[in-house]
């Protein structure tokens, strides 16, 4: 079995803040393949910016297990975490002004980053080119960011990250403040990238339209993977292309799943619920007799 591109497991993550602690990972499960693109949602508070500090290298989590193409984040010395941060992952942050250098064009935003990840000077000017060439702005190498929609930022943002060939791309609400249409351009451009260049891809995102643009959705709920959505293709025998999407709940390695909220308050369950095993399914009922 190919080892996967990201890896959590009971992951923790606690704050203390004058006093009080806050759990804001409590447990966490997840796994992304090697090329997946995926996209991470969860209402606010759910732990989404903190999972990505800990993979992006910027935060230490408490206790279980996280690796990033099979570097360690929980073994790695400050001077490794420098190194993982240059080369093995690339980073997407939702404000436009923490991408990218107000006073370098577009070009040289990305030949900057060429520089940092050390590509030898005689190449960058054609290599940030062709980056900007797969984010499909070719043309717009010479301007500076203020001279950017929103949306073209984002994608020259995307080629800043991508400049280290990084194996994991990894993006905190990279749409958050754009508009419908160029939230979309963005999403898209996250798609090509992965496609094209087989990176692996993390999208933390609000935005409901990326549900038109990734296959896999996890949600993540009290620190917590939940559920996740899969979405497919099918193609009937006339040639109509019909749209699937379903939603699982996840299994721990040890058995235990979340029961969505809904489900829970539909059926008033509490605190203790009745399970059966029954030939093809498990049933939860309510615990307490009337
Ligand atoms: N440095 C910190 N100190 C104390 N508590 C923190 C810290 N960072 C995050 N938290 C808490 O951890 C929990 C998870 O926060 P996190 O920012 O990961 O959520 P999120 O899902 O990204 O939310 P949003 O969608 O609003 O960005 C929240 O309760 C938050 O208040």
Redo the contacts with the bound molecule.
């Keep these: 079995m190919t080892e996967p591109a990201i890896h959590c497991r009971d992951l923790v993550r606690i704050?203390s803040?004058e006093g009080v602690e806050?759990q804001?990972l409590q447990g966490l499960n997840l796994e992304v393949a090697p090329g997946e693109l995926t996209a991470l949602v969860?209402?606010?508070?759910?732990?989404?910016?903190?999972?990505l500090s800990i993979l992006s290298g910027l935060d230490v989590p408490t206790a279980g297990q996280a690796s990033v193409a099979g570097f360690d984040l929980l073994a790695m010395r400050e001077r490794d975490r420098v190194g993982y941060r240059r080369h093995v992952v690339g980073f997407v942050w939702q404000q436009t002004g923490r991408n990218l250098i107000p006073y370098l064009s577009a070009a040289e935003n990305i030949a900057l980053a060429l520089a940092v990840a050390r590509v030898p000077r005689s190449r960058r000017a054609a290599r940030a080119a062709e980056l900007l060439e797969l984010l499909d702005i070719g043309e717009l190498g010479a301007r500076k960011p203020q001279q950017l929609s929103g949306g073209q930022q984002q994608r020259v943002a995307i080629a800043v990250a991508l400049a280290n060939e990084p194996e994991v791309l990894l993006a905190d609400e990279p749409t958050g403040e754009l508009d419908e249409a160029n939230s979309a351009l963005v999403l898209e451009a996250m798609r090509a990238v992965n496609e094209r260049l087989g990176v692996t891809v993390l999208i933390?995102t609000?935005d409901p339209g990326v549900s038109d643009h990734v296959r896999r959705t996890v949600q993540?709920r009290d620190?917590r993977t939940s559920t996740e959505t899969l979405r497919r293709t099918e193609v009937s025998d006339d040639g109509a292309e019909r749209h699937i999407a379903e939603e699982f709940a996840v299994l721990d390695r040890v058995g235990r799943l979340q029961l969505p909220p809904d489900y829970v308050q539909a059926l008033d369950l509490k605190h203790r619920v009745r399970l059966s095993l029954e030939p093809d399914h498990a049933e939860v009922r309510k615990g307490d007799s009337e």
Aim: hydrophobic fraction near 45%; avoid cysteine.
């Design positions: 704050f803040a806050v804001a969860g209402a606010s508070g759910s732990g989404k910016s903190t999972l933390v609000h993540i620190g």
